[in-house]
Structures are given as C-alpha cells and as structure tokens.
C-alpha cells in the first residue's frame, strides 16, 4: 500500500473497540505453544513465510530478477519469490483492475494481482536532491503511467512497473544515490528523519549522522534480513517530534540530559494495524555516538526473540507486551550492548507542529517551505516541475515527511513569494486550509490488494467539499482526517482526529462501500500531551462517498459543543462526548 506495508492481514481480535479511550490494545500472550522465539524455542520454522526464509530470506532474488525474471517476463517468476522475496527489494504486485472489495477477503493472491508492480522508493531521513527528485520523476512517467505518491513513511512509490524494466530502473536510482533495497518486507524498513534534520533553527541535534550510520551499516546486512515481520525506525533531533516516533517499533527522540548533554530518548514496540500499541520509554539516555549500537540491539532483540509462529504476532510491541520495558531494557543491556544505559528524561511536549507546513526560517537565514498535495498524490510530471521550480529558485534540496508533504530546504528570502506561488500553481499549498493539511489517505482499492475500499479519491473529493462547506467557520487547529481503505492501518486511523477504516457497510439495508470511524486519537503534539488511541462508537459506520457529510456534521458539532475557554481540542472533546453527538 502506499503507506506501509501490509503484506498479511492481522486478526482483529476487538471488531467493536469500547467507547473509552485507550493507549494499547495488544495483550500479552497466554499460549503454551512455542511462539518460534529463536533464541527459547530454536530456529525450526513454523510456518510457510519462516520456512522460505530459511532458505532465502530475499537479499539473493536481485540477481534472478536482473538475470532470468526480467528477461523472461511475469509468468518466469517462482511464485515464492514473486510473492516473498521480491518485496525485500520493494516491490508488490498491484491489484488488478476491476476486482471490487467484496472479493479481496475470499479470492488467493494470484487471482487478485496483477502483472505490475509497486515500487517503493527508499529515501532515509526524507532527504532528496532535485537531482534525485527528477530521476524518480522521469521513471515515473516512462516506467510508471506517471504515477507517483508521497507516502506516510516519506517513500515515493510508483505503479504500474513491470518486471522487464527493474534492472533498468534500479540502475537510473542507484546512479543518484537511492534505492529499493529492504524497502519492504520482514526487514529494517526507511528510517523516519525529521525532514528539518540540519538546518531548523530551534533544532536540538542534527540526526542526520546517526541516519547514514544506521543505514550505511546495517541496510541489506544479511544478519538482519530475516526479521519475523517489518522494523521500523524513527529518529528525530527535532523539538516537535516530527517522526510519529510512538508507533515505530524503535525510536530516537532528541532530548537533552541535565550532567550529559544533547542525545536521545528510547522508544520501543510500537505499531498499528488491527491490534494497535503506542510505543514505550525505556528510560535510558543514548548519545549520538552509541545510537547505531543500540539500534542494532533492538533488531537483534527483535530477530532473536520475536514471535515467528504466528504472523499476525510478529511484531515487536507483542514481545513488548509480553516482556515489559524493565526486560526489555534488561535484555538489551546485558546481552546485546555490555554495558548499562544511563538513565534518561522525557523529552517535553512539543510547542510547534510536526508537519512543517507553511514558511519558516533557517539557522542560516535561508527559508524552508513545507507544502502539501491532497493526500499524498502528487504524478512523475508534477515532481518534475517541482525540481525545476526548486531549482530556479535558488535551491537544489527538499525533504518528503512522515505526513505526506514535501519541505523544500534553503529558500533565499526574496524568493520565498515567488517559490509559494509556484508550488501552489502545481497543487502545493503553503498555506492550505486545515482539512487538506491534516487529510492523509493510504492507497486503497486502485492498487492495494488488501483493500476493500477506495481511499484517495474519496477522500480527496471529501477535502475539496469540506473546504467549501467549513470555510466559514473558525477552527481550532488542523482536524486530522486519515482515510484506510482496510483494517491495517498505513493511514493511522487509530491516531487521527477523524480515522476511517475501510470495510463494507449496511445502510438503509444495502452493503455498499463505506468505513468504520475512530475518533479523537493523536499522537504528541503542540495540542496533545501524550499519544492514545481513537474511540469507535458501535455500530458508527460512513458511506465511501459521505466522508464530506459526516465531517461536516461532526466538526460542526464539535464547534457548538467545545469548552473554548478551556482551548478544548477534538480529540478532548470527542473522548467526553456523548454517542448521540458523534453519530
């Protein structure tokens, strides 16, 4: 999908969530089988994914793909290579057209996928050239039918690959310094930066270094490419927290120590999907120079003790939850690092937005610009134009963001009008209202084939009526919408002001395409003190095509019924409301 992966599907043990909030709703294990935990239970494999691993976790398919795939075509490939190991490389087949949602739970993978591809660009930290950015534009539109999104995990992904032309394309990307490698699969996925890493002026550490170190040693390590699900990382030196560091299974967040100076805070086993779990502290402090070091530990952590039996187990917050921070840091300390860490603070609330939309100065002097397309789609010939632009403004870098939007770096001031007009005439806001700027959608039934429902255009048609029916009013902040088109999560629906969850619904008696809604979830902000979860309210289900009638009705209600005085968010006041005010 084009936010993250989400290769299987998680069983959804809690369907109706309660109304209250909540901050985990993974539950540690009761089973007595073993849960394929190498380092207890023994490196056997207990299932088909664990077994096919062992054979091949995925690094050695490049040379079939590049020498025998690619030359002989899509009905070449061994189907476990077509549906394991090419993902190691950042590729999935795509959904065939036509096939509608009510199918995607009863039809097998091959009857589902098409003969093309996704694929997933990897660009660690967010860091782009205009240089990258134009060579990523032209294979977009000579390879991909101009496709192009902006995902949540600043990737870009592209469509419509076919398998003839990946050596090709890998060898455009590699010539400019990016790549595929591990972008997918049960590997160690991008690692999040904050997309103003080096030049914020209010910026606590640079994390840049500690990003080409992580990277530049552990991506494509055959010790680490056999992981029992997807690891994911976030780093940030930023004091708004920018990396949505509570649901990454490890995260760095900069915070400055009282006796040891400017380092990082630890974050561990956080995740999504149908079995939601806000990471955890640890509680340590870790300078910049043992950061790889411990990052390496928790992947070790995660490769030898992780849940292999089961995939809808295999992530690292169950392991968490089964363990507790205490062992958790325990282990890592002991077995994994050699030494102790030495207690940590908390890093304060953040005081600014994370997304970096809107015009704001450098530590030089220079200007950054955040922009944002409607939810994340932007095309090859789009990105084009936004290197020219970049470029004839005086600038030859920008970052993409975990929020899918674009930050273009070193902006002199007596071009920052001229560079915002320009951005705008492409479909990127610099000041966009706080509908389009807090909407994201996943990928959906256009390409996905877990999706039960279409996203991006729903959504995207909803943004455009809501800034029409809600330009009047006064809101209080941005309202996050994120629009899923299955149970999985990549839109972060548990965290969002309004989270859609794409299923099929029942109303006035028809099943017809539509989403289950959570509300009032969030991550740390400048408005929230702490991340939790959304509430879901039983039996609150929209119509695809009513996202714009139930925001409009919600967010008008939310307005009337507020606590001003008291700068009640959404969140606050969707937590407190009755049902009858949330319908």
Same mark, same amino acid.
């Given at each position: 999908m084009t936010l993250s992966d989400t290769e299987t599907r998680e069983a959804d043990a809690r369907p109706e969530a309660s109304a209250r909030p909540e901050t985990s709703r993974v539950r540690p294990s009761r089973s007595t089988k073993p849960n394929g935990q190498w380092k207890v239970d023994g490196t056997a494999p207990l299932n088909g994914n664990e077994e096919w691993k062992q054979v091949d976790d995925g690094l050695s398919v490049r040379g079939r793909i590049e020498e025998v795939y690619s030359k002989g075509g899509f009905a070449s490939i061994d189907p476990t290579d077509?549906?394991?190991?090419?993902?190691?490389?950042?590729?999935?087949?795509?959904?065939?057209?036509?096939?509608?949602?009510?199918?995607?739970?009863?039809?097998?993978?091959?009857?589902l996928e098409d003969e093309y591809f996704m694929l997933r660009v990897r660009i660690d930290g967010g860091?782009?050239?205009?240089?990258?950015?134009?060579?990523?534009?032209?294979?977009?539109?000579?390879?991909?039918?101009?496709?192009?999104?902006?995902?949540?995990?600043?990737?870009?992904?592209?469509?419509?690959?076919?398998?003839?032309?990946?050596?090709?394309?890998?060898?455009?990307?590699?010539?400019?310094?990016?790549?595929?490698?591990?972008a997918c699969g049960d590997v160690p996925r991008v690692v999040l930066g904050s997309p103003v890493a080096g030049i914020a002026a209010d910026e606590l550490i640079d994390p840049t270094p500690q990003i080409d170190e992580i990277t530049s040693r552990f991506i494509g390590d055959p010790s680490l490419a056999n992981l029992p699900r997807k690891f994911k990382s976030a780093i940030t030196g930023h004091p708004s927290q920018d990396v949505v560091h509570e649901i990454n299974d490890v995260a760095f967040v900069a915070v400055e120590h009282p006796t040891l100076g400017i380092g990082y805070d630890l974050w561990v086993g956080g995740g999504l999907s149908t079995a939601p779990r806000l990471a955890e502290r640890l509680g340590v402090f870790v300078t910049p120079e043992q950061t790889a070091e411990v990052w390496h530990g928790v992947a070790q952590i995660f490769r030898?003790?992780?849940?292999?039996?089961?995939?809808?187990?295999?992530?690292?917050?169950?392991?968490?939850?089964?363990?507790?921070?205490?062992?958790?840091?325990?282990?890592?300390?002991?077995?994994?690092?050699?030494?102790?860490?030495?207690?940590?603070?908390?890093?304060?609330?953040?005081?600014?937005?994370?997304d970096?939309?809107?015009?704001?100065?450098?530590?030089?002097?220079r200007f950054y610009v955040g922009v944002t397309p409607i939810v994340g789609r932007v095309s090859g010939p789009?990105?084009?134009e936004v290197a020219d632009v970049i470029e004839a403004h005086g600038s030859a870098r920008l970052r993409t963001t975990p929020h899918q939007k674009l930050v273009v770096l070193d902006v002199p001031e007596d071009r920052v009008d001229s560079l915002v007009a320009a951005l705008d005439a492409l479909g990127l806001q610099a000041r966009p209202s706080l509908i389009r700027r807090g909407?994201?959608?996943?990928?959906?039934?256009?390409?996905?084939? $877990? /999706?039960?429902?279409?996203?991006? %255009?729903?959504? #995207?048609? +909803?943004?455009?009526?809501?800034?029409?029916?809600?330009?009047? =009013?006064?809101?209080?902040?941005?309202?996050?919408?994120?629009?899923?088109?299955?149970?999985?999560?990549?839109?972060?629906?548990?965290?969002?002001?309004?989270?859609?969850?794409?299923?099929?619904?029942?109303?006035?008696?028809?099943?017809v395409p539509g989403y289950q809604v959570h509300l009032g979830g969030g991550l740390a902000s400048q408005?929230?003190?702490?991340?939790?979860?959304?509430?879901?309210?039983?039996?609150?289900?929209?119509?695809?095509d009513g996202i714009a009638d139930y925001a409009e009705r919600v967010?008008?209600?939310? $307005? /009337?019924?507020?606590?001003?005085? %008291?700068?009640? #968010?959404? +969140?606050?006041?969707?937590?407190?409301?009755?049902?009858?005010? =949330?319908?």
């Open positions: 077509l549906h394991g190991r090419f993902r190691v490389w950042g590729l999935y087949t795509q959904r065939k057209p036509g096939i509608d949602g009510g199918r995607t739970a009863t039809l097998e993978p091959h009857e860091q782009l050239t205009t240089e990258q950015l134009r060579v990523i534009a032209g294979i977009s539109t000579e390879f991909g039918r101009d496709t192009a999104d902006l995902t949540d995990r600043q990737n870009i992904q592209l469509h419509w690959i076919r398998v003839e032309d990946i050596p090709e394309i890998w060898r455009r990307l590699e010539a400019v310094g990016l790549q595929t490698t591990e030898d003790y992780g849940f292999r039996r089961l995939r809808n187990r295999a992530r690292l917050k169950f392991l968490l939850a089964e363990w507790g921070t205490e062992k958790f840091r325990e282990v890592l300390e002991t077995e994994y690092l050699g030494h102790a860490l030495p207690d940590g603070p908390a890093a304060p609330t953040p005081s600014t937005p994370g970096h939309v809107g015009v704001h100065r450098q530590k030089d002097g789009t990105l084009a909407t994201i959608a996943c990928t959906g039934i256009e390409f996905c084939k $877990l /999706a039960i429902v279409e996203t991006k %255009a729903y959504a #995207t048609a +909803a943004v455009l009526e809501l800034e029409d029916r809600l330009a009047g =009013l006064d809101l209080p902040h941005p309202i996050s919408l994120h629009v899923n088109g299955c149970p999985n999560s990549c839109a972060r629906i548990q965290t969002a002001d309004i989270g859609l969850k794409g299923q099929l619904v029942t109303i006035d008696g028809e099943q408005d929230r003190d702490e991340a939790g979860l959304g509430r879901t309210v039983r039996g609150l289900k929209v119509a695809a967010v008008t209600r939310f $307005l /009337a019924d507020r606590d001003a005085a %008291a700068d009640e #968010t959404f +969140a606050q006041w969707a937590h407190r409301a009755d049902e009858e005010a =949330l319908q």
